[in-house]
Nanobody
Framework: QVPLVESGGGLVQAGGSLRPSCAAS????????MGWFRRAPGKEREFVAA????????YYADSVKGRFTGSRDSAKNTVYLQMNSLKPEDTAVYYC???????????????????WGQGTQVTVSS
C-alpha cells in the first residue's frame, strides 16, 4: 500500500500559478514512478505528467509542456506539480498516483497506476 495525500489546489486567475503536492507514506516511495492526472467535468481522466523513481526524468502531456514541472523530494516522500501560466482549460481535479514497474518516457495510462490520492481541485478563472 502507498497512501497518497494531496494538497495545494485552489482558485487562481488565468496566468497564475499553483503547486499541488502529494505526500506518500511507506518506505518504498522511491521505487514508484509517480504520475499526475486530471479530470475535468464531463471529460475522461487524462495524463498530465510522470516523474521517474529518482526524479531525474520527467515527461509531460503536450497540453502542459513548458508550463508544468513535476518533481519529487525523496527525503520528504513528496511529489510536486508546479503549474505556471495556468489557463481556464486547466480547471480539473488533479490526482497523483504511484506505479510499480519501470520508467519509460511517454504517455502513461491511468490504468497502470495502482495507488491514488484523493484529488485536489484546481480552478482557473478567466
Amino acid at each position: 500500500q502507498v497512501p497518497l495525500v494531496e494538497s495545494g489546489g485552489g482558485l487562481v486567475q488565468a496566468g497564475g500559478s499553483l503547486r499541488p503536492s502529494c505526500a506518500a507514506s511507506g518506505r518504498t516511495f522511491s521505487t514508484y514512478v509517480m504520475g499526475w492526472f486530471r479530470r475535468a467535468p464531463g471529460k475522461e481522466r487524462e495524463f498530465v505528467a510522470a516523474i521517474s523513481q529518482s526524479g531525474g526524468s520527467t515527461y509531460y502531456a503536450d497540453s502542459v509542456k513548458g508550463r508544468f514541472t513535476g518533481s519529487r523530494d525523496s527525503a520528504k516522500n513528496t511529489v510536486y506539480l508546479q503549474m505556471n501560466s495556468l489557463k481556464p482549460e486547466d480547471t480539473a481535479v488533479y490526482y497523483c498516483a504511484a506505479r510499480g514497474g519501470g520508467w519509460f518516457r511517454g504517455t502513461y495510462d491511468w490504468k497502470d497506476f495502482g495507488y491514488w490520492g484523493q484529488g485536489t481541485q484546481v480552478t482557473v478563472s478567466s
